[in-house]
């Protein structure tokens, strides 16, 4: 079936330092990829999306490249800030279907 | 404005009793639906919804009513509230791709 497996956190940086979350997914379609942030207390939102493969997204100084090939959608900041911390989800959606399909999602603590 | 909007943002119940969770969205999106977030289990889909009158079950639905009275309102009834489900939810709406999420509910269940 229609996956997406994400790093298992809590991740703990300092800031200014990079960040990687990882992120594949399975599906024998053709998704739109995306990546949402949560912050404490609010509901998730969409941080990008990328509907092609091999095309980069990006937003606030973060940044994921939908791979086919390799099935990954890993995200990317070069240097964390103490604000970035939140929770965030990988998700694909699929043409014509009603569901969007969350990642666990990956809890980041960023210190000052 | 806040586009998706869900009352109460939180409520404790008593074990049996009866909940109702609401939620109100501006979006004129078709598509509703009600997740449920706990601890190491991200977000779940309770139950769906893509036009006024009509609900489906999502991955989770046991224990859990939705209601669909209008393209702007969508509810989640809990008949019989247990203590497992206890934990926060959100109602979200979507367009072509995108899912808007409102603030959450926080349900405590004693």
């Known amino acids: 079936g229609d996956s997406v497996t994400q790093t298992e956190g809590p991740v703990t940086l300092s800031e200014g330092t990079s960040l990687t979350v990882n992120c594949s997914y399975e599906?024998?379609?053709?998704?739109?990829l995306f990546w949402y942030v949560q912050y404490p207390g609010e509901g998730p939102q969409l941080l990008f999306k990328?509907?092609?493969?091999?095309e980069k997204g990006s937003n606030r100084g973060f940044e994921a490249t939908y791979n086919k090939e390799a099935t990954s959608f890993h995200l990317q900041k070069a240097s964390v800030q103490e604000s970035d911390s939140a929770v965030y989800y990988c998700?694909?959606?699929?043409?014509?279907?009603?569901?969007?399909?969350f990642g666990k999602g990956t809890h980041l603590h960023v210190l000052p | 404005e806040a586009a998706v909007t869900q009352s109460p943002r939180s409520k404790v119940a008593v074990t049996g009793g009866k909940v109702t969770l609401s939620c109100h969205q501006t979006?004129?999106?078709?598509?509703m639906y009600w997740y449920r977030q706990d601890t190491g289990h991200g977000l779940r889909l309770i139950h769906y919804?893509?036009?006024?009158?009509?609900?489906e079950k999502g991955d989770i639905p046991d224990g859990y009513k939705a209601s669909r009275p209008s393209q702007e309102n969508f509810s989640l009834i809990l008949e019989l509230a247990s203590l497992s489900q206890t934990a926060v939810y959100f109602c979200?709406?979507?367009?072509?791709?995108?899912?808007?999420f409102g603030p959450g509910t926080r349900l405590t269940v004693l």
């Open positions: 979200a709406s979507r367009d072509d791709y995108e899912q808007y």
């Open positions: 599906t024998k379609q053709y998704p739109t």
């Open positions: 990328v509907p092609k493969a091999n």
């Open positions: 998700a694909l959606s699929l043409t014509n279907a009603y569901k969007v399909i």
């Open positions: 979006n004129n999106h078709d598509y």
């Open positions: 919804s893509y036009v006024a009158d009509s609900t």
